[in-house]
């Protein structure tokens, strides 16, 4: 698996590519220290999964991660950084990233990075717990207006509580495929780019 490393500490640069390439299936491609070397760099290099910092000079992660994943609806990134900061967290999810840790949690970084490049979403335990206290609103969405009928609703609500489609299809007596139609059609009115922003737009809007 190669990854890119920006980070605004050299320190913890070198402490990262140290311990994830000794695990020997990481690759350390490339590293900077500010998010705008990050689109440049991604777009060399065809990294697996960038993991980058928040806070940073010139480019914040944030900002780095959004320019990436326009350029590249499918680039996976996994931000970490030391803030639990409501309004990054937010801003994370929204920009459709695939992980968001904090760097107290060391032990988890390679495991976290597997899991990002096999597909999956990580979210620290910490920021898991504050998702739906940041993003409910009272206002309640009017999802007719989007064509989302009684049954695609049932399963977004099913989404956004952390259901699988094998769940999901076993809590509404569906074939898996049929979740899988039913999710592609969701995602599709709403313009939203996978199941992660579904469970966001969920919280966001009742």
Known sequence: MKILIIDDDFLIITALKTILET????QVVETATDGAHALPLYQTHKPDVVLMDIRMQEMNGLDAAKQILSFDSNAKVLLLTTFLDDEYIVKALHIGVKGYLLKQDYDN??????????????????????????????????????????????????????????????QLF????TVRNYLSTILDKLDLRDRTQLAVFFYQNG
């Open 23 to 26: 695990t020997g299936d990481i």
């Open 109 to 170: 970084i390679a495991p976290s990075l597997h899991a990002v490049h096999s597909g999956q979403n990580v979210f620290g335990n910490e920021i898991t717990a504050k998702i739906p206290d940041l993003l409910s609103k009272s206002q309640t969405f009017d999802y007719a207006k989007f064509q989302i009928g009684e049954r695609e609703y049932e399963v977004i609500e099913l989404v956004a509580g952390g259901y699988s489609n094998k769940e999901i299809a076993q």
């Open 174 to 177: 569906l074939s898996e495929g």
